[in-house]
């Protein structure tokens, strides 16, 4: 439903207000509306920072405070918070990005207050489990620690081994005579060549590549109970 107050050029702009914001122009409208009832206009708002603003310009302000303490009840600042958060979940691109942003994510005041009971509880245990080994890496992980070093104690996923970009050694079998194969004279060791060397990198690399995607896409699956939570407790399609 849209209501409509005055006309566009009876509303006046405000050097505090940018009328490209919608909580702008709703106190834009409520000072419209406080010239004509000579301050008896309220704005109730379950945001403080709205609320504080209103109070700012000189309007009489209603925090609604019980309601934005409710878990089930999200700001339209927490919603878009926690959309944008886990948009940059979905795309990163690795599993030190991953992580990065699931725990600035979990960081946010609106998910840790809506995660609470679950924590308190454990209740539903799965959730719990993987808040649990997300507060872990939180209090492990910092700059001199290796994300890699703790992918198998937290999670219990075997990290991914890098491409050995150093001259590897090659061992060779050479029959003792070219028409007796099934004998084989001793072991030489040699170093590999340069194209040897090139070839054995890309595999490796395409190796390391392919189990940083199964760790990032293993640990996407988990974060779907989180997702399922958020959207189940609001009763909203969150992430829509």
């Known amino acids: 439903m849209t209501i409509k107050v005055g006309t566009a050029n009876e509303i006046k702009n405000h050097t505090q207000l940018n009328m490209d914001i919608a909580d702008d122009r709703i106190l834009a409208s409520a000072l419209h509306l406080n010239d004509h009832y000579s301050g008896s206009v309220y704005v109730a708002t379950t945001e403080f920072a709205m609320f504080a603003k209103a109070a700012g310009l000189g309007l009489n ?13 999200l700001t339209r600042r927490e919603r878009s918070a926690l959309k944008t958060h886990w948009t940059h979940v979905e795309v990163a691109d690795s599993p030190w990005a991953l992580c990065r942003r699931v725990l600035a994510l979990l960081n946010l005041n609106v998910a840790e207050r809506l995660l609470q009971p679950v924590r308190s509880s454990g209740q539903p245990p799965e959730l719990a489990a993987v808040l649990q080994q997300y507060d872990r890496l939180r209090s492990e992980w910092g700059p001199d620690v290796n994300l890699n070093t703790l992918l198998q104690p937290i999670f219990g996923i075997a990290p991914p081994r890098p491409a050995n970009l150093e001259v590897a050694q090659v061992t060779e079998y050479r029959p003792r005579e070219p028409s007796q194969v099934w004998a084989f004279s001793s072991p030489t060791v040699r170093s590999e060549s340069d194209e040897e060397r090139a070839i054995r990198i890309r595999g490796e690399q395409r190796a390391y ?14 974060l779907e109970l989180v997702k399922e939570f958020l959207s189940d407790v609001v009763d909203d399609d969150l992430f829509a």
């Open 209 to 222: 590549d392919q189990r940083n995607e199964f760790i990032r896409d293993s640990l996407l699956i988990g």
């Open 61 to 73: 302000g209603i925090h609604l405070e019980r309601l934005a303490e409710t878990t089930s009840v």
